[in-house]
Protein backbone atom coordinates (compact mmCIF):
# COMPACT_ATOMS: atom_id res chain seq x y z
CA UNK A 1 0.00 0.00 0.00
CA UNK A 2 3.36 2.48 1.19
CA UNK A 3 4.47 1.57 -2.37
CA UNK A 4 1.58 2.12 -4.22
CA UNK A 5 1.36 5.65 -2.59
CA UNK A 6 4.84 6.45 -3.35
CA UNK A 7 4.83 5.36 -6.98
CA UNK A 8 1.77 7.46 -7.25
CA UNK A 9 3.27 10.26 -5.76
CA UNK A 10 6.51 10.25 -8.05
CA UNK A 11 4.25 9.36 -11.20
CA UNK A 12 2.44 13.00 -10.27
CA UNK A 13 5.56 14.32 -10.10
CA UNK A 14 6.50 13.39 -13.21
CA UNK A 15 3.41 14.01 -14.44
CA UNK A 16 2.38 17.44 -13.44
CA UNK A 17 5.98 19.08 -13.54
CA UNK A 18 7.20 21.45 -10.57
CA UNK A 19 6.31 20.17 -7.03
CA UNK A 20 5.33 23.67 -5.37
CA UNK A 21 5.73 21.80 -1.92
CA UNK A 22 8.77 20.43 -3.07
CA UNK A 23 9.95 23.73 -4.05
CA UNK A 24 9.36 25.42 -0.69
CA UNK A 25 10.95 22.42 1.42
CA UNK A 26 14.18 23.08 -0.68
CA UNK A 27 14.00 27.03 -0.27
CA UNK A 28 13.64 26.48 3.87
CA UNK A 29 16.11 24.07 3.84
CA UNK A 30 18.22 26.52 2.21
CA UNK A 31 17.31 29.88 4.26
CA UNK A 32 20.64 30.05 5.18
CA UNK A 33 22.13 30.70 2.10
CA UNK A 34 19.01 33.10 1.17
CA UNK A 35 19.66 34.93 4.64
CA UNK A 36 23.62 35.41 3.59
CA UNK A 37 22.76 36.67 0.51
CA UNK A 38 20.03 39.05 1.35
CA UNK A 39 22.28 40.10 4.38
CA UNK A 40 24.97 41.25 1.79
CA UNK A 41 22.89 42.64 -0.76
CA UNK A 42 21.05 45.08 2.21
CA UNK A 43 24.95 46.42 3.40
CA UNK A 44 25.03 47.10 -1.04
CA UNK A 45 21.80 48.80 -0.80
CA UNK A 46 22.52 50.95 1.89
CA UNK A 47 26.22 51.78 0.16
CA UNK A 48 24.30 52.58 -2.34
CA UNK A 49 21.29 54.65 -0.77
CA UNK A 50 23.37 56.86 1.52
CA UNK A 51 26.20 57.53 -1.33
CA UNK A 52 23.12 58.17 -3.68
CA UNK A 53 23.42 61.50 -5.73
CA UNK A 54 20.31 63.47 -5.31
CA UNK A 55 18.07 64.45 -8.43
CA UNK A 56 15.21 66.83 -9.23
CA UNK A 57 12.88 66.97 -11.79
CA UNK A 58 10.52 69.68 -13.46
CA UNK A 59 8.05 69.35 -15.81
CA UNK A 60 6.33 71.85 -17.81
CA UNK A 61 3.84 70.97 -20.55
CA UNK A 62 3.42 73.54 -23.54
CA UNK A 63 0.90 73.73 -26.45
CA UNK A 64 1.97 75.40 -29.03
CA UNK A 65 -0.55 77.97 -30.78
CA UNK A 66 -0.30 77.56 -34.49
CA UNK A 67 -0.95 80.94 -35.99
CA UNK A 68 -4.06 81.26 -38.13
CA UNK A 69 -6.38 78.31 -39.53
CA UNK A 70 -4.42 77.98 -43.38
CA UNK A 71 -0.89 77.99 -41.65
CA UNK A 72 -1.31 75.37 -38.56
CA UNK A 73 -2.78 72.88 -41.22
CA UNK A 74 0.21 71.18 -41.31
CA UNK A 75 1.52 71.10 -37.78
CA UNK A 76 -1.99 69.87 -36.71
CA UNK A 77 -1.99 66.93 -39.36
CA UNK A 78 1.41 66.14 -38.15
CA UNK A 79 -0.38 66.02 -34.28
CA UNK A 80 -2.79 63.96 -35.47
CA UNK A 81 -0.74 61.22 -36.88
CA UNK A 82 -0.90 62.78 -40.81
CA UNK A 83 2.28 62.81 -42.79
CA UNK A 84 2.29 66.41 -44.22
CA UNK A 85 6.18 66.50 -43.87
CA UNK A 86 8.56 68.11 -41.19
CA UNK A 87 7.23 71.97 -42.61
CA UNK A 88 4.66 72.96 -44.44
CA UNK A 89 4.80 74.70 -47.69
CA UNK A 90 4.45 78.08 -45.43
CA UNK A 91 7.18 77.42 -43.48
CA UNK A 92 5.39 76.14 -40.31
CA UNK A 93 7.64 73.76 -38.38
CA UNK A 94 5.66 70.56 -37.07
CA UNK A 95 5.52 69.83 -33.44
CA UNK A 96 7.30 66.64 -34.25
CA UNK A 97 10.39 68.35 -34.93
CA UNK A 98 10.98 69.73 -31.75
CA UNK A 99 12.55 66.86 -29.89
CA UNK A 100 15.25 66.95 -32.50
CA UNK A 101 15.47 70.93 -31.82
CA UNK A 102 16.17 69.81 -28.15
CA UNK A 103 18.61 67.13 -28.74
CA UNK A 104 20.57 69.23 -31.37
CA UNK A 105 24.08 70.05 -30.72
CA UNK A 106 23.64 74.25 -30.60
CA UNK A 107 20.86 73.84 -28.64
CA UNK A 108 22.84 71.60 -25.77
CA UNK A 109 25.98 73.36 -25.98
CA UNK A 110 23.61 76.43 -25.27
CA UNK A 111 22.10 75.10 -22.13
CA UNK A 112 25.47 73.61 -21.09
CA UNK A 113 26.87 77.16 -21.14
CA UNK A 114 23.75 79.17 -19.28
CA UNK A 115 24.50 80.50 -15.78
CA UNK A 116 22.25 78.96 -12.79
CA UNK A 117 22.71 79.14 -9.18
CA UNK A 118 24.70 76.73 -7.17
CA UNK A 119 24.31 76.38 -3.71
CA UNK A 120 28.08 75.99 -3.42
CA UNK A 121 28.78 78.80 -5.82
CA UNK A 122 28.30 82.17 -4.64
CA UNK A 123 28.09 83.35 -8.32
CA UNK A 124 26.27 81.94 -10.83
CA UNK A 125 28.00 79.38 -12.97
CA UNK A 126 27.54 76.86 -15.69
CA UNK A 127 26.83 73.56 -15.72
CA UNK A 128 29.96 72.89 -17.88
CA UNK A 129 32.24 74.71 -15.53
CA UNK A 130 30.39 73.55 -12.55
CA UNK A 131 31.49 69.90 -13.42
CA UNK A 132 34.67 70.85 -14.73
CA UNK A 133 35.29 72.42 -11.72
CA UNK A 134 34.73 69.32 -9.54
CA UNK A 135 32.55 70.54 -7.31
CA UNK A 136 30.78 67.57 -6.82
CA UNK A 137 32.74 64.72 -6.49
CA UNK A 138 31.75 61.26 -7.17
CA UNK A 139 29.94 59.04 -5.06
CA UNK A 140 31.73 55.82 -2.87
CA UNK A 141 29.62 53.71 -4.49
CA UNK A 142 30.14 54.69 -8.02
CA UNK A 143 33.89 53.87 -7.83
CA UNK A 144 32.73 50.56 -6.66
CA UNK A 145 30.95 49.66 -9.81
CA UNK A 146 33.94 51.88 -12.26
CA UNK A 147 36.76 49.65 -10.86
CA UNK A 148 34.63 46.71 -10.61
CA UNK A 149 31.72 46.23 -13.09
CA UNK A 150 33.40 48.88 -15.31
CA UNK A 151 36.75 48.00 -15.16
CA UNK A 152 36.97 46.37 -18.32
CA UNK A 153 35.74 50.21 -19.88
CA UNK A 154 38.41 51.47 -17.49
CA UNK A 155 41.45 49.37 -19.10
CA UNK A 156 40.10 49.96 -22.62
CA UNK A 157 39.97 53.72 -22.01
CA UNK A 158 43.47 54.16 -20.80
CA UNK A 159 45.30 51.99 -23.21
CA UNK A 160 43.29 53.71 -26.12
CA UNK A 161 44.93 57.19 -27.64
CA UNK A 162 43.99 59.82 -26.83
CA UNK A 163 41.91 62.21 -29.21
CA UNK A 164 43.82 65.76 -29.87
CA UNK A 165 41.80 68.93 -29.86
CA UNK A 166 40.41 70.04 -33.17
CA UNK A 167 40.49 73.91 -34.59
CA UNK A 168 39.35 75.06 -37.80
CA UNK A 169 41.63 76.78 -40.53
CA UNK A 170 42.32 80.67 -39.51
CA UNK A 171 40.79 79.88 -35.61
CA UNK A 172 37.52 78.67 -34.62
CA UNK A 173 36.79 82.49 -33.34
CA UNK A 174 36.80 83.62 -37.12
CA UNK A 175 33.90 84.93 -38.63
CA UNK A 176 33.99 85.67 -42.24
CA UNK A 177 30.44 84.87 -43.40
CA UNK A 178 31.49 81.35 -44.66
CA UNK A 179 29.50 78.24 -43.26
CA UNK A 180 31.11 76.57 -40.59
CA UNK A 181 31.34 73.74 -38.60
CA UNK A 182 30.06 73.48 -34.95
CA UNK A 183 33.45 72.76 -33.37
CA UNK A 184 33.27 71.27 -29.44
CA UNK A 185 35.95 70.58 -27.21
CA UNK A 186 36.56 67.25 -25.56
CA UNK A 187 35.13 67.99 -22.20
CA UNK A 188 32.41 69.38 -24.21
CA UNK A 189 32.02 66.19 -26.52
CA UNK A 190 32.28 63.91 -22.63
CA UNK A 191 29.39 66.35 -21.38
CA UNK A 192 27.06 66.21 -24.44
CA UNK A 193 26.66 62.65 -24.10
CA UNK A 194 24.82 62.96 -20.81
CA UNK A 195 22.89 66.04 -22.08
CA UNK A 196 20.14 63.71 -23.00
CA UNK A 197 19.12 62.18 -19.32
CA UNK A 198 18.69 65.89 -18.61
CA UNK A 199 16.74 67.45 -21.00
CA UNK A 200 14.16 65.57 -22.45
CA UNK A 201 10.90 66.43 -25.02
CA UNK A 202 7.65 64.33 -25.42
CA UNK A 203 5.22 65.09 -28.32
CA UNK A 204 1.61 63.73 -27.74
CA UNK A 205 0.05 63.29 -31.38
CA UNK A 206 -3.19 62.95 -29.93
CA UNK A 207 -3.93 65.86 -27.54
CA UNK A 208 -1.71 68.29 -29.31
CA UNK A 209 0.53 69.41 -26.40
CA UNK A 210 4.29 69.10 -25.81
CA UNK A 211 5.76 67.89 -22.33
CA UNK A 212 9.24 68.67 -21.13
CA UNK A 213 11.26 67.40 -18.39
CA UNK A 214 14.64 68.38 -16.94
CA UNK A 215 16.45 66.69 -14.49
CA UNK A 216 19.04 68.34 -12.18
CA UNK A 217 21.22 67.95 -9.12
CA UNK A 218 19.80 71.28 -6.90
CA UNK A 219 16.24 72.17 -6.50
CA UNK A 220 16.74 75.99 -7.76
CA UNK A 221 19.30 74.89 -10.47
CA UNK A 222 16.19 72.89 -12.23
CA UNK A 223 13.92 75.05 -12.48
CA UNK A 224 16.20 77.80 -13.67
CA UNK A 225 17.31 75.03 -16.67
CA UNK A 226 13.74 74.20 -17.26
CA UNK A 227 12.95 77.95 -17.74
CA UNK A 228 16.38 78.31 -19.91
CA UNK A 229 15.25 75.20 -22.31
CA UNK A 230 11.55 76.56 -22.42
CA UNK A 231 12.38 79.89 -23.56
CA UNK A 232 15.41 78.72 -25.89
CA UNK A 233 12.47 76.03 -27.73
CA UNK A 234 10.75 79.06 -28.02
CA UNK A 235 13.02 81.24 -29.38
CA UNK A 236 14.51 78.64 -31.67
CA UNK A 237 11.15 77.67 -33.51
CA UNK A 238 10.23 81.84 -33.05
CA UNK A 239 13.60 82.12 -35.77
CA UNK A 240 12.18 79.15 -38.03
CA UNK A 241 8.73 80.70 -38.30
CA UNK A 242 10.05 84.19 -38.77
CA UNK A 243 13.19 83.84 -41.12
CA UNK A 244 11.76 84.85 -44.37
CA UNK A 245 9.87 87.75 -43.10
CA UNK A 246 11.90 88.76 -40.64
CA UNK A 247 14.76 88.82 -44.03
CA UNK A 248 11.95 90.85 -45.72
CA UNK A 249 11.77 93.31 -42.88
CA UNK A 250 15.34 94.14 -42.80
CA UNK A 251 15.54 94.83 -46.57
CA UNK A 252 12.18 96.99 -46.25
CA UNK A 253 13.90 98.82 -43.42
CA UNK A 254 17.13 99.43 -45.25
CA UNK A 255 15.26 100.96 -48.35
CA UNK A 256 12.92 102.70 -46.15
CA UNK A 257 15.94 104.60 -44.12
CA UNK A 258 17.52 104.88 -47.95
CA UNK A 259 14.35 106.66 -48.97
CA UNK A 260 14.11 108.51 -45.93
CA UNK A 261 17.60 110.02 -46.49
CA UNK A 262 16.95 110.92 -49.91
CA UNK A 263 13.85 112.83 -48.90
CA UNK A 264 15.54 114.58 -46.27
CA UNK A 265 18.64 115.45 -48.34
CA UNK A 266 15.68 117.25 -51.29
CA UNK A 267 13.79 118.93 -48.36
CA UNK A 268 16.70 120.92 -47.01
CA UNK A 269 17.85 121.60 -50.60
CA UNK A 270 14.73 122.90 -51.18
CA UNK A 271 14.42 124.87 -47.77
CA UNK A 272 18.02 126.64 -49.03
CA UNK A 273 17.10 127.25 -52.26
CA UNK A 274 14.02 129.23 -50.65
CA UNK A 275 15.76 131.24 -48.66
CA UNK A 276 18.43 132.60 -51.07
CA UNK A 277 15.28 133.31 -53.65
CA UNK A 278 13.54 135.29 -50.83
CA UNK A 279 14.27 138.78 -52.86
CA UNK A 280 15.67 137.59 -55.93
CA UNK A 281 13.06 136.05 -58.76
CA UNK A 282 14.89 134.48 -61.92
CA UNK A 283 13.52 132.24 -64.50
CA UNK A 284 16.70 130.13 -63.87
CA UNK A 285 16.22 130.42 -60.23
CA UNK A 286 12.69 129.35 -60.61
CA UNK A 287 12.86 126.29 -62.95
CA UNK A 288 16.00 125.54 -60.40
CA UNK A 289 13.22 125.48 -57.12
CA UNK A 290 10.72 123.42 -59.45
CA UNK A 291 13.63 121.00 -60.25
CA UNK A 292 13.90 120.64 -56.83
CA UNK A 293 10.36 120.32 -55.90
CA UNK A 294 10.01 117.68 -58.01
CA UNK A 295 12.70 115.58 -56.81
CA UNK A 296 11.76 116.21 -52.99
CA UNK A 297 8.17 114.80 -54.21
CA UNK A 298 9.08 112.01 -55.41
CA UNK A 299 11.64 111.08 -53.19
CA UNK A 300 8.86 112.08 -50.35
CA UNK A 301 6.19 109.43 -52.09
CA UNK A 302 8.97 106.79 -52.42
CA UNK A 303 9.28 107.23 -48.59
CA UNK A 304 6.08 107.22 -47.60
CA UNK A 305 5.27 104.08 -49.59
CA UNK A 306 8.25 102.35 -47.80
CA UNK A 307 7.36 103.70 -44.31
CA UNK A 308 3.76 102.01 -45.20
CA UNK A 309 5.80 98.34 -46.30
CA UNK A 310 7.85 98.60 -43.25
CA UNK A 311 5.01 98.75 -41.21
CA UNK A 312 3.46 96.20 -42.89
CA UNK A 313 6.37 93.94 -42.78
CA UNK A 314 6.70 94.68 -39.17
CA UNK A 315 2.94 93.40 -38.74
CA UNK A 316 3.77 90.00 -40.62
CA UNK A 317 6.79 89.37 -38.29
CA UNK A 318 4.22 89.21 -35.42
CA UNK A 319 1.72 87.10 -37.25
CA UNK A 320 4.17 85.27 -37.87
CA UNK A 321 5.79 84.62 -34.38
CA UNK A 322 4.39 81.81 -32.71
CA UNK A 323 3.23 81.61 -29.30
CA UNK A 324 3.26 79.08 -26.65
CA UNK A 325 0.82 78.27 -24.13
CA UNK A 326 1.72 77.27 -20.94
CA UNK A 327 -0.19 74.24 -19.74
CA UNK A 328 1.91 73.18 -16.95
CA UNK A 329 4.63 76.08 -15.50
CA UNK A 330 8.06 75.67 -14.16
CA UNK A 331 7.67 74.85 -10.52
CA UNK A 332 10.06 74.52 -8.13
CA UNK A 333 10.43 70.65 -7.19
CA UNK A 334 10.64 70.19 -3.47
CA UNK A 335 11.63 66.43 -3.29
CA UNK A 336 13.92 64.58 -5.12
CA UNK A 337 13.18 62.51 -7.78
CA UNK A 338 15.17 59.34 -6.83
CA UNK A 339 14.19 57.71 -3.72
CA UNK A 340 16.87 56.08 -1.09
CA UNK A 341 14.54 53.88 0.22
CA UNK A 342 13.06 52.44 -3.30
CA UNK A 343 17.15 51.79 -4.12
CA UNK A 344 17.01 49.75 -1.01
CA UNK A 345 13.96 48.12 -1.76
CA UNK A 346 15.11 46.81 -5.02
CA UNK A 347 18.58 45.89 -3.70
CA UNK A 348 16.57 43.82 -1.19
CA UNK A 349 14.67 42.03 -3.48
CA UNK A 350 17.20 41.30 -5.96
CA UNK A 351 18.91 39.95 -2.69
CA UNK A 352 16.41 37.17 -2.30
CA UNK A 353 16.07 36.92 -6.12
CA UNK A 354 19.75 35.60 -6.18
CA UNK A 355 19.43 33.67 -2.93
CA UNK A 356 16.54 31.35 -4.19
CA UNK A 357 18.44 31.31 -7.27
CA UNK A 358 21.45 29.83 -5.43
CA UNK A 359 19.64 27.19 -3.34
CA UNK A 360 17.49 26.20 -6.72
CA UNK A 361 20.19 25.60 -8.85
CA UNK A 362 21.92 23.46 -5.92
CA UNK A 363 18.58 21.63 -5.30
CA UNK A 364 18.05 20.85 -8.86
CA UNK A 365 21.54 20.75 -10.57
CA UNK A 366 21.72 16.94 -8.91
CA UNK A 367 18.65 16.44 -11.15
CA UNK A 368 19.44 17.78 -14.16
CA UNK A 369 22.94 16.46 -14.23
CA UNK A 370 20.98 12.68 -14.00
CA UNK A 371 18.66 13.28 -16.32
CA UNK A 372 21.53 14.51 -18.85
CA UNK A 373 23.30 11.60 -18.22
CA UNK A 374 20.71 9.48 -18.51
CA UNK A 375 20.36 8.99 -22.42
CA UNK A 376 24.31 8.19 -22.21
CA UNK A 377 23.48 5.70 -20.02
CA UNK A 378 21.25 4.04 -21.76
CA UNK A 379 23.66 3.55 -24.82
Same mark, same amino acid.
Given at each position: ?10 ? #? ?10 ? *? ?23 ? #? ?68 ? &??? /? ?5 ? /? ?45 ? /? ?49 ? *??? &? ?17 ? *? ?16 ? &?? #?? #? ?14 ? @? ?13 ? @? ?5 ? &? ?42 ? @? @? ?25
Amino acid at each position: MEENRNNTTAT #AEEEGGIDIMAL *LRGLWDGRKTIFICLGIFIVLGLVA #ALSMKRTYSVTTVMVPQMGDAKSGLGGLAALAGFDMGAASNNGELSPLIYPQIVSSVPFRLEMMHTPLHY &QKC /DTLISMF /DYAKAKYEKPSVFSYVMKYTIGLPGVILGSLSSKSKEVTLPGGNGTD /DGTPKPVVVSMDEYKMLQGMGQVISLDVDKKEGYITMHVNGSEPIQTAELA *LKA &QQLLQDEVTRFRTEKSQSE *LEYIQARYDEAKAEAERY &QM #AL #AGSRDRMQNVVTTSST @VGKERLQSKFNVANT @VYLEMAK &QLEQAKMKVKKDTPAFSIIEPVTLPMKPSNSRAKTLIIWVFLGV @V @VGCGIVLVKGYWPKLKEKFQKPETEE
